[in-house]
Nanobody, 121 residues
Framework: QVQLVESGGGLVQAGGSLRLSCAASGRTFSSYAMGWFRQAPGKEREFVAAISWNGGRTLYTESVKGRFTISRDNAKNTVSLQMNNVKPEDTAVYYC??????????????WGQGTQVIVSS
């Protein structure tokens, strides 16, 4: 497994931008597909975005398409989530996750501790 640490969360006004980062430990980061998930108060954790090991494939949940961008830097062992035009409904704890194999919406077995994002209206 890989150890993951998120950063970059905070308070942002609706319509603003925020960039989340996830630092991974280990020498095999480039062999993992990476994902971002979020959990709002009182709700189940949900998939947000995923990226393949080489960045060639990305997936997004419908509600963030055109606003969020996932990217990775295998040389730095990091994955990022650029959040633009944020909305109050984006408020949640955001988690970074990793899995072997293809980028999908499920099947992740390594998780970070989460970073809080609060969007004010």
């Amino acid at each position: 497994q890989v150890q993951l640490v998120e950063s970059g969360g905070g308070l942002v006004q609706a319509g603003g931008s925020l960039r989340l980062s996830c630092a991974a430990s280990g020498r095999t980061f480039s062999s993992y597909a990476m994902g971002w998930f979020r959990q709002a108060p009182g709700k189940e954790r949900e998939f947000v975005a995923a990226i393949s090991w080489n960045g060639g494939r990305t997936l997004y949940t419908e509600s963030v398409k055109g606003r969020f961008t996932i990217s990775r830097d295998n040389a730095k062992n990091t994955v990022s989530l650029q959040m633009n035009n944020v909305k109050p409904e984006d408020t949640a704890v955001y988690y970074c996750a990793a899995r072997r194999g293809v980028a999908t919406t499920t099947g992740y077995d390594s998780w970070g501790q989460g970073t809080q994002v609060i969007v004010s209206s």
